[in-house]
């Protein structure tokens, strides 16, 4: 299953124990957008706006639970994580 993380999974499941006719749209999965690149371009030839760049290529999601981000370097396979701690 490729839905895109693990929201796009929770979703899933909850929306097919509520109302298992409700279909579900997963652009990820079912249109040709692999990455955030195409999500850009799919997005600037439709006229929609979206604060992602190229250049900038993160987002930023909050809720009033949280605040979490995602972004290039995280999702590049080869960096290794800065580990830093206080203990």
């Given at each position: 299953m490729h839905g895109k993380g693990n929201d796009q999974v929770r979703f899933e499941l909850t929306y097919a124990?509520?109302?298992p006719d409700l279909p579900v749209i997963a652009p990820w999965r079912e249109w040709?957008?692999?990455?955030?690149?195409?999500?850009?371009?799919?997005?600037?030839a439709r006229g929609i706006p979206v604060t992602a760049?190229?250049?900038?290529?993160?987002?930023?999601?909050?809720?009033i639970w949280h605040l979490s981000h995602e972004g290039e370097c995280?999702?590049?396979?080869?960096?290794?994580?800065?580990?830093?701690?206080?203990?």
């Amino acid at each position: 299953m490729h839905g895109k993380g693990n929201d796009q999974v929770r979703f899933e499941l909850t929306y097919a124990s509520f109302a298992p006719d409700l279909p579900v749209i997963a652009p990820w999965r079912e249109w040709d957008i692999r990455s955030r690149e195409d999500a850009i371009a799919y997005a600037a030839a439709r006229g929609i706006p979206v604060t992602a760049t190229a250049e900038k290529i993160y987002s930023h999601d909050a809720n009033i639970w949280h605040l979490s981000h995602e972004g290039e370097c995280s999702r590049i396979q080869t960096h290794r994580p800065r580990l830093t701690s206080s203990h």
